[in-house]
C-alpha cells in the first residue's frame, strides 16, 4: 500500500507543480479553438482541439485535432487530421519577467476530402447517379523555436518562428513567425488570441480558450 501511494505522488507531483503557474507552456490544460487562414490561393476554417501535457518540467508533450473546411480556387474540401508535438523548454528569471524558451518538433495526419457524382447506371427514364468521397492523405510536420515572456500572473506573449512542410508531397517548406498573447483570467482559465504569417503570403488567426488542471 506504502509503495502504492509512493508511485501515485510520483507520478502527481509534475502535475501538482505545473498547475500552480499560469502560463501555456510547462502546464496542463485542454482548449478549444477556432482557427482561420486564407493565403493567394485559398481559405480555412477549423474547430481546433488542443492540449498541453508536461512530462516533466523542461518537457510538454502537446496532442491537436482539428475538422473544418478548405476552399482551394473553385474546390471546397473537407478538412480533419490529428499531430503530436513535442518540446524541450527551460524557465529563467529575468528579475520582474519570466522566459521560458523552447525547441520543438511536431508531425500529424491530415485528410482532404472532397466529393463527386459518378454514374451507376439508368434504365429507361432515369439515370443514376451517387456521390463518391475522394481523399488524400498528407503527413504534414513542423519544426519550431520560441519563449513565453511571462509579465506578471496575467498576461504573457510567446513570439515564435517555424519551418512547416508535408513529409509525402513534393512542396516547397514554408517558413513562419508568429506571435501569440496569452490572457490568464483564473488559475482554470485563459484566453490566447495568436497571428502568424508565412512566406508564401499566408496569414493565421486563432482564438483558444483554455481549461487548465
Not at 482554470?188 to 496569414?203: A, C, K, V
Request: glycine share 10%; charged share 15%; proline share 2%.
Amino acid at each position: 500500500m506504502v509503495i502504492k501511494f509512493k508511485l501515485l505522488s510520483l507520478f502527481l507531483l509534475p502535475l501538482i507543480l505545473c498547475s500552480q503557474e499560469r502560463t501555456s507552456i510547462g502546464s496542463y490544460w485542454f482548449g478549444l479553438a477556432y482557427e482561420g487562414y486564407s493565403d493567394d490561393l485559398s481559405d480555412a476554417d477549423h474547430l481546433v482541439f488542443d492540449s498541453n501535457l508536461p512530462i516533466n518540467q523542461n518537457f510538454d508533450v502537446g496532442i491537436n485535432a482539428h475538422i473544418g473546411s478548405l476552399s482551394v480556387l473553385e474546390y471546397d474540401l473537407l478538412s480533419y487530421g490529428a499531430s503530436v508535438d513535442a518540446k524541450i523548454h527551460k524557465k529563467f528569471d529575468l528579475g520582474g519577467v519570466t522566459a521560458d524558451p523552447y525547441f520543438g518538433l511536431g508531425l500529424g495526419l491530415a485528410a482532404l476530402e472532397s466529393y463527386s457524382w459518378a454514374y451507376v447506371g439508368s434504365d429507361y427514364y432515369y439515370n443514376y447517379y451517387t456521390t463518391v468521397a475522394n481523399t488524400s492523405l498528407l503527413v504534414p510536420y513542423s519544426v519550431f523555436l520560441g519563449s513565453e515572456f511571462a509579465f506578471n500572473e496575467y498576461f504573457s506573449l510567446v513570439p515564435a518562428i517555424g519551418l512547416n512542410g508535408l513529409l509525402n508531397e513534393d512542396v516547397d517548406t514554408l517558413f513562419s513567425y508568429g506571435m501569440q498573447a496569452n490572457f490568464f483570467f483564473t488559475d482554470s482559465f485563459s484566453l490566447g488570441l495568436s497571428y502568424s504569417g508565412d512566406n508564401e503570403s499566408g496569414n493565421r488567426f486563432t482564438l483558444i480558450g483554455r481549461y487548465h488542471l
